[in-house]
């Protein structure tokens, strides 16, 4: 606050300051109003009280259009039907989730009797794996080879960052473009006399592309954090182990990891949240295909409660309660792990 | 404790869904305020570091700015399909037309309707174009349930959504005359049961069907097969062309359980048991299904439509257009799009249905225009589908479409189609004759309820065994689960 | 034990050295392919959408716009394509076609067209020149109320993030600056539902908003999503590295909490707010299927929901979808470039913390 009516106050202003104290004279003005109101609240409340003031509007908004139609949730899971409000269908107890559940062998969907619900399962959890794996060790070299002695580095920054812009389902079709079989790698392909390689009929390119494609999409945001963290690495850190004569791997291994660590830990978790969500983008792009090579989770609740006739919610419900579960263990063990290295 | 506190948050809940709920009355009732409109692409602009503060000051605003835009943008859009009833009075009925758009189709609707609209000023409809998948199939049927529909909407699951449809009869001047121009097909827009309502009329009818590029035909020296040739010989004939051409591929088929259903029951697939429940699996299906595999096994039919990447529908209509493949099995909604993509390229042509031992049968199809039976204003409704269904202004609307007449006057008297290009216009007459040639499985199959059930688990399933996730008897058993399941959750 | 210690001096190495070596190479090297491989594939969206529909679905796909040049011919009233042909004696020259039957086709000089000849058509090669679809772009536009659209997306936009940034930061507040009851439950229910992405509850929160009264209202694209969890969380850890001391004196100078919370918490909060910011802004923005959800009014239209549209049943029209999609990558293209320092770097010193 100090700083800006400072700048405010200074004789010579840029244009740039000038609308800047423009809108600030605006926002101090309105919040000055709420003021008005909010101090006598204060009086009568306390100002201990005020804290529920503060967190009510959120608490409000979370409860009805969040917490509320999970909880629901709950109990859609428990019914059957196709009415959409709840007084329409009829209980079922567990039935859905036992029809998730039963399964020959966990491991061999083709045992199970929802088996696409676990073909989405063990493809999520291969592609959570690579693709974080893959996100993490791109950033981290990015951001690496960025924090050399880069000339345009601000330029290279906002290159990586751009696709980070691009709806998923932009992003899907562009590479839908290129990647298919009339597409343009297949036309670089065939001018080079190569043979046309055929990658949404594979399925293991097919995954390999799923998860490249979303690494090329989101890498730039986690990148700019890596960046950040190496910056805030003091240089004569690096200093003095040079003067040890330490070698640069054992500096990398002895320095660097240890101290970027914590917003290592930060990229993560976001990461992780953002491949289990996995869903627009790999809907457009290959819509699980071929066959359910590239099916995950949440198409699988989608295509169960939505697009499939008729809209099964029941069923799509109890899946996204599992979902849901395992995602809760999943963020605790996160924090807790978070907590216990002090890095969130 | 816990328990309590999760109470008092439900109670405080709810509490506050009223006050949202008489919030959100009030709001859409407040004065209109361009300015804090115009302001609200200037504040996204401005220095980021002030976007917070900046933010505040537009929040306070916000009821008004959100609610005054909502009702300045309806200005335009009534304006536009007002000018056209010079003397619309302040009162006229708004009715609401939820639409997709294959082609130009809807614009050729628009005109119709503005012609409407000129002589009933009293109503003015307009027309709110959605995308397909997730539009019409996936998000109109909530909004149904949840009583938020438009007045009218063209629909292609019929069955599925025919609980929702409104019943004309009582508002149409001459119910006789939609019995009889539109009779086989209004039992598809009917639940069971029902024998009698008139819920609206078919805006295409189509029919699926093979075209072949008859220039590869030409260039190769060969001969097309006679009409009454079965898919085993044309498999054949069209790998001969292929390999003369040098084309990669001698046949596709859309990735679709409607697609396959054609042929199928061409090879004797009857789909229903004798107490009309489906049941899939039989000589028929499983021939034909193994033809599929066999085909794709061989390289006969290119793999990227049924073994690519892609949901329960793919097309193979692009590779058609690139001459990379001899025959393809469609339907004659292609011709618009090969009319304007493939030009004067090659010559593409429509062949009858080939043949199996049972029949030689593609399958019907088509979207409806229906009258949604929540809606406040029947009557207008009615009047809109009356005219629009009138045999001149439906007539219109086909030939502009390009789309073959779900009309039986029409369709026996012709319908005039707006092209200069023979090749469309030949093509069009050859699916007009396979409609009477369609078997009655197919009707049966076109007019079930639950056939979205049918096809998708079709085409998922047998792309599974395609890739080799199942094979062809597990596949079997699980399309008949499948459709089991989704029956059993629907009753 | 080379190799090695090159990978470690590749990624260790910080600004301010000597001179150049391998390292040097490989880095820039690596930079230059990978602004490659993020520029393409954006460009060729840019210059597909100007292809026109019979040239998108060509293979092998022309990298430009190209389509097949036309002549006007004396005693033709539509110009003739215009065709490079093969003679036998394997010269060859320009001739229009007057039409095509079967593999024949009927060709003429331009300056000469009552000479006609007969040509196999595998001997004739299109004339193409670039020529840019603009068409893809006006149709639509005049079509579709593409400024309503635009209107509503901005409006969703910006009033969504507004309200977002001060909702948030006003919890985040309370939860990182106040010693409250319930304050833990708050927290754990808030932190549970991180993970869970909306689109599995797409239904309940349908029918929640179909009881407010909010379907087709712009609020009911707006309100929703407008206390994410993620926002909370991030701001939450954010304002917890903000000094008490600053806040005690304030409150020893007689500050309302309000005044602390709008004159201290927030300006300080900046970077953070900048972060929530733009994910506020690149979601709304970009959201598809919750807007198409919630309104089936086209006046009220999103330009995600608009452009979509020209998805039909059994046809899309690309040119129109791909020349929409462009649109509508071109406002926040511009936002991003006025503030691409600000937006990166703010969203650096908020990930340090």
């Known amino acids: 606050m100090t700083q800006k009516s400072g700048s405010y106050s200074s004789p010579r202003r840029s244009v740039g300051e000038m609308i800047r104290a423009f809108f600030y004279e605006i926002y101090a003005f309105i919040m000055n109003l709420a003021d008005v109101v909010l101090t006598p609240l204060q009086r009568v409340i306390g100002s201990r009280n005020m804290a529920y003031f503060f967190v009510l509007p959120n608490l409000l908004i979370f409860g009805i259009f969040v917490l509320f139609p999970m909880l629901l949730n709950f109990r859609y899971a428990m019914t059957s039907g196709t009415g959409l409000f709840l007084s329409d269908r009829p209980f079922v107890g567990f039935a859905n989730y036992r029809a998730l559940l039963n399964c020959t062998n966990f491991f061999d969907p083709n045992t199970c009797v929802e088996d696409r619900f676990w073909r989405a399962i063990w493809n999520t959890v291969f592609f959570v794996g690579f693709q974080v794996l893959g996100m993490v060790i791109f950033a981290l070299v990015t951001a690496l080879i960025l924090n050399r002695g880069i000339r345009g580095r601000g330029f290279f920054r906002s290159v990586y960052f751009y696709p980070v812009l691009l709806s998923p389902v932009v992003v899907a079709l562009i590479w839908k473009w290129i990647l298919q079989r009339d597409g343009l790698i297949n036309a670089v392909l065939i001018s080079l006399d190569q043979e046309r390689v055929n990658f949404l009929l594979n399925a293991d390119w097919t995954k390999f592309w799923v998860i490249f494609v979303s690494i090329w999409a989101q890498m730039g945001f986690y990148m700019l954090i890596l960046l950040a963290g190496l910056q805030s690495i003091p240089a004569d850190i690096y200093e003095a182990s040079a003067i040890d004569g330490a070698s640069p791997w054992q500096d990398f291994r002895g320095i660097t990891l240890p101290l970027l660590m914590p917003t290592l830990f930060v990229v993560l978790v976001l990461a992780l949240i953002r491949a289990v969500q996995v869903f627009d983008q790999v809907y457009v792009l290959t819509n699980g295909g071929p066959g359910t090579a590239t099916f995950y989770m949440v198409q699988y609740i989608y295509n169960t409660g939505f697009s499939g006739q008729p809209q099964r919610f029941g069923l799509a419900a109890a899946a996204s309660v599992l979902l849901g579960l395992t995602l809760l263990i999943f963020t605790l063990i996160q924090l807790w792990l978070g907590r216990s290295s002090e890095a969130v | 404790m816990m328990k309590q ?170 119910p006789a005359y939609w019995e009889e121009n539109f009779g086989p097909f209004l039992t598809w827009l009917r639940q069971a049961g029902d024998e009698s309502s008139i819920p609206g009329f078919m805006t295409q009818l189509t029919v699926t069907g093979p075209y072949v590029n008859k220039t590869l035909f030409d260039q190769a020296g060969i001969e097309l097969p006679a009409g009454d040739a079965t898919w085993e010989e044309w498999a054949e004939v069209t790998r001969q062309v292929a390999e003369a051409t040098g084309t990669p591929f001698a046949m596709a088929m859309d990735r679709t359980g409607h697609r396959f259903a054609g042929p199928a029951i061409s090879e004797g697939a009857k789909y229903f048991d004798a107490e009309g429940n489906p049941a899939l699996d039989d000589e028929g299906f499983r021939k034909m299904a193994q033809l599929l595999i066999d085909w794709h096994a061989d390289g006969t039919m290119i793999p990227d439509v049924w073994m690519g990447a892609g949901g329960s529908y793919a097309a193979g209509n692009e590779q058609f257009i690139n001459a990379q493949i001899v025959m393809y099995m469609s339907g004659s909604w292609q011709i618009g799009q090969f009319n304007e993509k493939i030009g004067d390229a090659f010559d593409w042509v429509a062949v009858p249905n080939p043949c199996g031992p049972a029949a030689c049968t593609g399958m019907p199809g088509g979207a409806a225009l229906v009258g949604i039976a929540d809606t406040e204003h029947p009557e207008e409704v009615a009047r809109v589908m009356a005219y629009l269904a009138q045999p001149d202004v439906l007539g219109e609307f086909y030939g502009r479409s390009l789309f073959i007449p779900g009309h039986l006057g029409l369709a026996e008297s012709g319908v005039e189609f707006v092209t200069d290009s023979p090749l469309t216009a030949d093509a069009l007459t050859v699916f007009a004759a396979e409609v009477p040639k369609l078997n009655e499985v197919a009707y049966e199959l076109q007019g079930y309820r639950f056939n979205r059930a049918i096809f998708n688990a079709t085409s998922d399933r047998l792309t599974q065994v395609l890739v080799g996730e199942l094979t062809l008897d597990e596949a079997m058993t699980r399309i008949q689960e499948d459709v089991d399941k989704a029956i059993a959750e629907a009753q | 034990m080379l190799f090695s210690t090159n990978v470690g001096e590749f990624l260790t190495r910080t600004r301010g050295r000597r001179r150049w070596d391998v390292t040097d190479v490989i880095a820039y090297l690596y930079l230059a392919f990978g602004t490659l491989l993020m520029f393409l594939p954006v460009l060729w969206l840019v210059l597909s959408s100007f292809k026109t529909p019979a040239a998108l679905v060509k293979f092998p796909p022309s990298i430009l716009p190209y389509n097949q040049e036309m002549a006007a011919v004396e005693g033709y009233d539509e110009p003739l394509p215009l065709f490079t042909v093969t003679r036998e004696d394997g010269s060859t020259a320009q001739m229009v076609q007057i039409r095509r039957v079967g593999i024949e086709a009927q060709m003429a000089d331009p300056a000469n067209p009552a000479d006609v000849i007969s040509v196999n058509i595998n001997d004739r090669e299109p004339v193409e020149k670039l020529s840019l679809a603009w068409e893809n772009y006006t149709e639509p536009l005049a079509r579709f109320n593409f400024l309503t659209y635009l209107r509503n997306s901005v409006i969703v936009t910006v009033a969504a993030t507004i309200i977002t940034l001060l909702i948030n930061s006003m919890a985040a507040f309370a939860l990182s600056k106040f010693e409250f009851r319930g304050r833990d439950v708050i927290l754990v229910i808030i932190i549970s539902t991180l993970m869970i992405p909306i689109s599995v509850v797409l239904v309940p929160v349908f029918l929640v908003i179909t009881s407010v009264g909010w379907v087709n209202s712009l609020w009911g694209v707006i309100i929703p999503g407008a206390a994410t969890p993620t926002g909370v969380f991030l701001l939450r850890q954010y304002m917890l590295t903000l000094p008490d001391e600053l806040l005690a004196s304030a409150r020893i100078d007689g500050a309302s909490e309000w005044r602390i919370y709008w004159q201290i918490v927030l300006p300080l909060a900046a970077p953070a707010l900048a972060v929530l910011a733009i994910f506020s802004v690149m979601w709304r923005w970009n959201d598809f299927l919750w807007p198409l959800i919630v309104l089936s009014r086209s006046e009220l239209f999103t330009l995600q929901v608009g452009l979509n549209a020209f998805q039909g049943e059994l046809n899309v029209q690309w040119h129109y979808v791909l020349a929409m999609t462009v649109l509508t990558l071109l406002p926040i293209t511009i936002v991003f470039a006025f503030l691409q320092r600000f937006i990166t770097t703010g969203i650096a010193t908020t990930g340090m913390k």
Do not use: H, K
Not at chain 2, 79 to 105: H, I, K, N, P
């Open chain 2, 5 to 174: 506190r999760n109470w008092l948050l439900l109670a405080v809940m709810l509490a506050a869904m009223l006050v949202f709920a008489a919030c959100g009355g009030g709001a859409s009732n407040a004065p209109a305020g361009n300015e804090a409109a115009t302001e609200a692409p200037t504040e996204a602009a401005a220095p980021a570091e002030e976007e917070a503060p900046a933010a505040e000051e537009a929040a306070t605003e916000a009821p008004a700015d959100g609610s005054a835009d909502a009702a300045a943008t309806e200005a335009p859009a009534e304006e536009a399909a007002a000018d056209a009833s010079s003397g619309a009075s302040g009162d006229a009925v708004e009715l609401r037309m939820t639409w997709y758009d294959d082609g130009a189709e809807g614009a050729v609707m628009r005109d119709l309707l503005d012609r409407f609209e000129a002589d009933n000023p009293d109503i003015t409809v307009i027309m709110d174009t959605v995308p397909y998948a997730t539009g019409i199939l996936e998000t109109l049927p909530i909004q149904l349930a949840a009583g938020e529909g438009p007045d009218m909407v063209r629909v292609t699951d019929l069955g599925g959504l025919s609980p929702f449809f409104l019943d004309l009869t009582p508002y149409l001047e001459d």
